[in-house]
């Protein structure tokens, strides 16, 4: 476990110049004292809705206890990531796996994750991105909602504009998202993920069934509430939900992180004219 966060911290640490990573983030609630008041009420939009926006990381320490915030992206990097390692680690007894599920998770750990796509640098998928240890960047504007993951520059669109979603989608890694607001909270609908997807670092699987159900909500200015449900009867016994906090990290950016960057094994063992 502290050899992975390691990594995380390594591929994370790049050159700070010239990144805006220290640039005040603008319009942030002050307490008297002069610092953020991450408890003041949630701004926004033109049309009376929360505004989503803004750079968020997962706040880990909520899984197993309350935690102080964390403001700055050193903070949350050295946090540990329970739900990124087992999506269901907040669920009384754990995610109801089909018997195979079960023996596939079991044999992935026993592995230690070396099958993981994102070993391989590929996509991590809905809805893991949301336990990511990198940030992420949610930009609402009128009809779309964008979530920006700094793991190798990838976007995830989630539609606003009452579109339906797709009746037999090519499969995709993010799938394919369409919301309502229900009140102060965007309920994100999303379907049509490819087969095999990883839902956390442990191996719990995820397959072409899947249907998952996200509801967003703005708590306050600094925190970020998402209850997950996920029903995929293929890999799961029943429907099963769960939440993840996501804080907001302030005065800084999203970082240029390609994870394959730098890799040499392609180049010495393609061959070619």
């Known amino acids: 476990m502290k050899t992975f966060a390691a990594i995380i911290v390594a591929a994370l640490a790049a050159p700070l110049g010239a990144q805006w990573l220290n640039y005040p983030t603008a319009g942030v609630p002050k307490s008297a004292n002069g610092k953020p008041n991450l408890s003041a009420s949630a701004p926004k939009t033109a049309d009376g809705k929360p505004d989503l926006s803004g750079i968020w990381q997962v706040d880990r320490g909520r899984v197993t206890a309350e935690a102080a915030p ?102 995709s890694w993010n799938g394919y998202s369409t919301a309502k607001w229900d009140g102060d909270t965007l309920v994100v609908e999303t379907s049509g993920l490819r087969d095999g997807l990883w839902l956390d670092r442990y191996g719990s699987p995820l397959t072409d069934a899947t249907r998952v159900t996200e509801r967003f909500r703005r708590v306050n200015y600094g925190n970020l509430e998402i209850e997950v449900t996920v029903n995929d009867p293929k890999a799961y016994t029943k429907p099963w939900t769960t939440k993840v906090h996501e804080t907001i990290v302030l005065n800084t950016e999203l970082l240029d992180y390609i994870c394959a960057e730098n890799e040499k094994d392609m180049k010495t063992h393609m061959v070619g004219k």
């Open 70 to 171: 964390c403001l700055t992206r050193e903070c949350n990097q050295l946090r540990t990531g329970d739900q990124w390692l087992d999506f269901g680690a907040g669920l009384a007894g754990g995610l109801p796996y089909q018997p195979w599920a079960a023996d596939t998770k079991k044999q992935r750990m026993d592995q230690e994750g070396k099958d993981d796509p994102t070993s391989y640098c590929l996509p991590l998928g809905v809805p893991r991105m949301l336990v990511s240890p990198e940030l992420i960047k949610i930009v609402q504007v009128p009809g779309l909602t964008v979530i920006l993951n700094e793991r190798n520059a990838s976007y995830r669109q989630i539609f606003t504009d009452g579109r339906p979603l797709p009746e037999d989608p090519q499969p």
